[in-house]
């Protein structure tokens, strides 16, 4: 009896042996799948960064034409507004002329 009592004991052990090694390769199945991803996950944000930086420069140039353009709009609009004083001055000071001729 004392035998089958050990073997009974042996048993259980390999079992538990034989559970913990199945969850320690589990283990290392996920943390090879985990560091692939996050690999991948670093390119990827390494990629996006680069999307973002370029963009960022592509829109700080836009805003600098944009607001050359502003600017020569508000200088057009000052010459528009002097011509059109000029031609309404020059109305004013001319003779009137007979509305019949």
Same mark, same amino acid.
């Given at each position: 009896?004392?035998?089958?009592?050990?073997?009974? =004991?042996?048993? =259980?052990?390999? @079992?538990?042996?034989?559970?913990?090694?199945? +969850?320690?390769?589990?283990? @290392?199945? +996920?943390? /090879?799948?985990?560091?692939?991803?996050?690999?991948? !996950?670093? $390119?990827?944000? $390494?990629?996006?960064?680069?999307?973002?930086?370029?963009?960022?420069?592509?829109?700080?140039?836009?805003?600098?034409? !944009?607001?050359?353009?502003?600017?020569? $709009? @508000?200088?057009?609009?000052?010459?528009? $507004? /002097?011509?059109?004083?000029?031609?309404?001055?020059?109305? @004013?000071?001319? +003779?009137?002329?007979?509305? !019949?001729?």
């Amino acid at each position: 009896m004392p035998e089958e009592n050990g073997t009974g =004991r042996l048993d =259980r052990i390999e @079992r538990a042996l034989e559970l913990i090694i199945a +969850d320690h390769e589990q283990f @290392r199945h +996920d943390l /090879k799948q985990l560091f692939t991803a996050q690999v991948l !996950l670093v $390119d990827q944000l $390494d990629k996006l960064s680069g999307i973002v930086q370029k963009n960022s420069q592509q829109i700080q140039e836009h805003s600098k034409q !944009l607001e050359i353009h502003h600017q020569k $709009d @508000r200088e057009l609009d000052e010459r528009v $507004d /002097k011509l059109v004083s000029a031609i309404g001055e020059f109305v @004013r000071t001319r +003779d009137n002329p007979s509305p !019949l001729a």
